[in-house]
């Protein structure tokens, strides 16, 4: 399985996900703005990755602070964690892992700034390491909704790639196959960055998995066939009441499968939800360059002077929610807010 992010020696490597699958290429972050970049410019994506990547970025930032007073010390973390959070605004995980550090420096005021920046290096590492367990986790939740001889369609990349490691909605498919299944996936190519064709297809290859890309605007007549037994993706944040958002034309995925009375299942971790928000409309959604759009390996596609919307999320509200897989267990519907076992 190929690593999305690790550290070594005073560096933060990233796998450049832009360039896969022709290029298996390690970035260098060397700085917290290197990292802020790569988030942004989606070399490392998906929302547990950039869970990581937030946390190793602050931690690397943090070396950087020169002062031995406390309070100077936290102001200039605080300003870090600050330009962090908007690096990316729809992943939960990105925030959730910002606000983790927050608390390491918070709680460690007796503590002088070289102990601080020890710990904050700690729990990145931690972190990452607890990623890829939860994953291996809502892998095992989700095998009982997985029969086997299923074809699954799955949207973007919700993968190794997307995480620490194992991936959540293909870490579900993942173990799956290792329980022995006999199961083959359709992905969407999933314009414009292409996830679904790029890394999904990429990491089932890898893992010897059949799998067969799809253009998007295909899922809805393999749905209609029933040729599609489950589909399932991951989530970029949840909101109390079950909504959540997750890479574009998920919304019209998930409207399809309840149409054909087709399951639509979520896999995602606990630092997905955002117990602050009662609904989906609530989720900021990221819109993004036009050129994305208009623009497909470098070749422009349409007239001179052409203009796109760009959103990388839509919001599918929980009613088409079959069920939502977590590390603690497979959530029904009806979804209810502020549930203890939702606290992470
Ligand atoms: O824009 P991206 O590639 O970061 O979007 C990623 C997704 O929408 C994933 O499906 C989601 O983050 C779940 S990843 C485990």
């Given at each position: ?41 989606m ?10 990547a937030?946390?190793m ?6 070396q950087?602070?020169?002062?031995k007073?406390?309070?100077?010390f936290?102001k200039r ?11 990316r ?54 095998l009982?909704?997985?029969p ?13 790639l ?10 579900v ?10 199961i ?10 292409l996830?679904g064709?790029?890394l999904t297809?990429f ?41 959540m958002?997750?890479?574009i ?24 939800f ?43 509200p ?17 979804f209810s ?8």
């Amino acid at each position: 399985m190929i690593p999305t992010i690790k550290w070594e020696d005073a560096f933060i490597y990233i796998i450049d996900q832009r360039k896969l699958p022709g290029k298996k290429e390690w970035l260098v972050c060397r700085t917290l703005q290197d990292v802020i970049t790569a988030i942004r410019e989606m070399a490392i994506r998906g929302a547990p990755a950039i869970g990581v990547a937030a946390a190793m970025g602050l931690a690397l930032g943090s070396q950087t602070i020169k002062t031995k007073n406390y309070e100077t010390f936290k102001k200039r973390f605080l300003e870090m964690a600050g330009q962090m959070k908007l690096a990316r605004p729809t992943a939960a995980n990105l925030r959730w892992a910002v606000e983790k550090m927050i608390r390491i420096v918070e709680i460690m005021n007796h503590n002088t700034a070289e102990e601080i920046k020890g710990a904050l290096k700690k729990e990145s590492q931690i972190i990452l390491e607890r990623d890829i367990e939860i994953n291996q986790k809502i892998g095992q939740n989700g095998l009982q909704l997985i029969p086997d001889k299923a074809t699954i369609l799955t949207h973007c990349n919700a993968g190794a790639l997307a995480t620490g490691g194992y991936g959540t909605a293909l870490g579900v498919i993942r173990a799956a196959h290792e329980a022995g299944k006999d199961i083959r996936v359709f992905v969407d190519e999933t314009r414009p960055l292409l996830q679904g064709i790029r890394l999904t297809a990429f990491e089932l290859i890898e893992e010897h998995i059949p799998v067969t890309v799809i253009v998007d605007s295909a899922a809805g007549y393999l749905l209609r066939k029933k040729t599609i037994d489950l589909v399932i993706t991951g989530a970029d944040r949840i909101a109390s009441n079950g909504d959540m958002a997750n890479k574009i034309g998920s919304y019209q995925l998930a409207v399809l499968a309840k149409e054909n009375h087709i399951p639509f299942y979520v896999a995602a971790p606990l630092s997905t939800f955002d117990l602050t928000l009662e609904e989906g409309d609530q989720i900021p959604i990221e819109e993004r360059d036009p050129k994305e759009v208009v623009t497909l390996a470098g070749q422009k596609l349409g007239p001179e002077g052409l203009s796109a919307f760009n959103p990388a999320f839509d919001i599918t509200p929980a009613g088409y929610i079959s069920a939502i897989i977590t590390e603690q267990r497979v959530l029904r519907p009806p979804f209810s807010p502020g549930k203890r076992w939702l606290i992470s």
